[in-house]
T-cell receptor, first 111, second 115 residues
Framework: GENVEQHPSTLSVQEGDSAVIKCTYS??????FPWYKQELGKRPQLIID?????GEKKDQRIAVTLNKTAKHFSLHITETQPEDSAVYFC??????????FGKGTRLHILP | DTAVSQTPKYLVTQMGNDKSIKCEQN?????MYWYKQDSKKFLKIMFS???????INETVPNRFSPKSPDKAHLNLHINSLELGDSAVYFC??????????????FGEGSRLTVL
């Protein structure tokens, strides 16, 4: 089955700097890679996703890149703001509708 | 209008008891899930139902029994609760063909504490 590894587990960046979170997956059949943000005490919510036929996708300050050959994908947040502080999860899904999550990255934005 | 709602939000109970968590979605989705989030925030899939039929059953103890009376509801019953069952349980739903359409819609979570 699919296995998703996520690094780092904790990340602290100065407000205004960029943050990068990296994930790898094991199942070459996986074709959909969403990222979820979970604020303290709240539910996870989708912030961006990418499909296997695309190498990069951007939405304002967040971008995701995918390297299918290496089986890794990354989340980039630029110009970080205090409200970006949260736990971020990468995930991978293949055609069997099973979404497997990474273990999460706790992002702290320092003032 | 809450898209995916679960009750109760908080549940505190003694070891050995039996408890249920209910989930309902009004999005018209075919597929519903239960995820367990432990104290380290790891989100692990437990079950998935598609149109009332079980399609994913991860290695979850038999003490956990999901029930889907219709495609808008997926309830979770837990027998003989153990300390290790303490976690936040998230219900979620998705439209058909997750890999094609994308998003998992999560409920607010039910925090279960076993004493």
């Amino acid at each position: 089955g699919e296995n998703v590894e996520q690094h780092p587990s904790t990340l602290s960046v100065q407000e205004g700097d960029s943050a990068v979170i990296k994930c790898t997956y094991s199942d070459s059949a996986s074709n959909y890679f969403p990222w979820y943000k979970q604020e303290l005490g709240k539910r996870p919510q989708l912030i961006i996703d990418i499909r296997s036929n695309v190498g990069e996708k951007k939405d304002q300050r967040i971008a995701v890149t995918l390297n299918k050959t290496a089986k890794h994908f990354s989340l980039h947040i630029t110009e970080t703001q205090p409200e970006d502080s949260a736990v971020y999860f990468c995930a991978a899904s293949s055609s069997d509708d099973k979404i497997i999550f990474g273990k999460g990255t706790r992002l702290h934005i320092l003032p | 209008d809450t898209a995916v709602s679960q009750t109760p939000k908080y549940l505190v109970t003694q070891m050995g008891n039996d408890k249920s968590i209910k989930c309902e979605q009004n999005l018209g989705h075919d597929t519903m899930y239960w995820y367990k989030q432990d104290s380290k925030k790891f989100l692990k899939i437990m079950f998935s139902y598609n149109n009332k039929e079980l399609i994913i059953n991860e290695t979850v103890p038999n003490r956990f029994s999901p029930k889907s009376p219709d495609k808008a509801h997926l309830n979770l019953h837990i027998n003989s609760l153990e300390l290790g069952d303490s976690a936040v349980y998230f219900c979620a739903s998705s439209p058909p063909g997750l890999a094609n359409t994308g998003e998992l819609f999560f409920g607010e979570g039910s925090r279960l504490t076993v004493l």
